[in-house]
């Protein structure tokens, strides 16, 4: 989609009009460039209560003169960024062949930060995933291009925001594709090469791909135990962006499980399927480096994806190994299934070797978060409150919740009462197994240095397994993969 930011002025394509319920009248809007038989029509409308602005209302009117869309908001007290993000989304989602590809948006009712998050909005939802769509010849999809007509003093700033989320957004549009990719063609050497085509012509990134060979090689045992049961073998692909641009940058470390079926511990076959989107974690990982390229960010990232498939077969890892992981730390696999918190052992500790100033992981970890918090929020577990709290609060101003969950003692003492290593990879019980996992990752975040009373690098753990796909209440997305968290990461790098 293209979005070009003006004052009122002429009317091209579709007129979209937004109104609240306690302004709605035809007085409620500019006139500049609107055909005045077409105004006679809004106002007959209005005054027959034909229309009422009730959010989430849409009424097409359509002569001679042109097309117009009224569209309700609701009343004006209840609106935030939020509700404009989803109003942007929802013209985007809603409109039909008949509005054409070519829309003027008449935002005089908001303010500058409701219309950039309504435009943000638009810009998320002109998202299709139809890759392995057989296409007819006359189905040729046309780029919709949204002309946003606001108040004089707010273009400047409008198009800057603009910009801004279109930037972002080809870092969520690429973590969604990834994320809906299916699995017979991404697999973890893929999204490797995937990677170093990404990195190939930009000059301030290095993409560094760690094979399976040499994982064994560098004592990678978790990546490798998960991976070693599929022909398909596992990597680790490391993303460096801005590379010469300071020491202590921040690390992200993505899940990428490209399919889980469980291992021997098998899955049952209702929805497996879904575990395609297993690989969410890197993603998110690889939309947020595009993000923060795109957007032009100097400073120096980061990100770690930890690649496998989990499959059964005769060289696949089972319950009762005892795999030694890259930190020196041994686990007994007591459940193939628990395995993202294997692969994401070692990419912790890989993480902790560049002395970042904050860890950050993101993985499609457990069906226990899904219990507690639906597709509505991501759970987080964080030894570092501040770096707790810019999470959260990103999460707020971009409508991609983040909900904090306890790192608990109780939980740490579980997973480490192997009798015979120094962890398992599952509770006694099935309790509280978000917890368990994020208590289990926490032994792989390194300490700040060498001293013995060294307080541990600052990290916290985000579990999507709720809100990487299936979320029907994010309006950016029709369905499948989400790419969430692009966008809360990217605010929080840059803006806080
Ligand atoms: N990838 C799954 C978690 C998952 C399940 C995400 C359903 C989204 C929907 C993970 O690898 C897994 O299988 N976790 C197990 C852990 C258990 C064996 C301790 C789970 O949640 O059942
Ligand atoms: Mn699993
Ligand atoms: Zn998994």
Known sequence: MEVKVDGYGNVAGTLVLPMFEDECSSEGFDHFGVHRNL??????????????????????????????????????????????????????????????????????????????????????????????????????????????????????????????????????????DLGNAPPNHLYPMAYAQEANNWAKEKSNVDVKIISYEAAVELGMGGLCAVGMGSDRKPCMVIFDLNPDAGNQPPVIVGKGITFDTGGISIKPSSSMDEMKYDMHGSATVFGLMQALWASGHEKRIIAISCMAENMPSSNAQRPGDIITTLSGKTIEVLNTDAEGRLVLADGLWKAGEYNPSWIVDLATLTGAIVVALGHEATGMWSNDDDLAKRLRVSGDACGELIWQMPLLPAFEKEMKSSKIADLQNIGPTRWGGSNGAAAFLKQFVQKQSDDEDAKQIPWAHLDIAGTAWGAKTNKMVAHGATGIHVRALHHMITKQ
């Open 39 to 176: 105004l006679n029509m809004i106002e007959h409308v209005i005054d027959a209560g034909d229309f009422r602005a009730k959010e989430g209302s849409s009424l097409t009117i359509h002569n001679l003169e042109g097309k117009v869309i009224l569209v309700g908001l609701g009343k004006s007290a209840d609106f935030d960024d939020d509700a404009a993000r989803n109003a942007g989304a929802s013209l985007v989602a809603k409109r039909g062949k008949q509005h054409g590809c070519e829309f003027t948006a008449r935002l005089s009712c908001m303010n500058s930060s409701q219309a950039a998050a309504y435009l943000e909005g638009a810009i998320l939802r002109d998202y299709s995933y139809d890759k392995y769509k057989t296409k007819d010849d006359d189905d040729e999809d046309e780029d919709l291009v949204l002309h946003a007509q606001v108040a004089t003093e707010n273009i400047d700033l409008l198009i800057t925001a603009t910009g801004t989320a279109t930037q972002v957004a080809t870092g969520v549009h690429l973590a969604r």
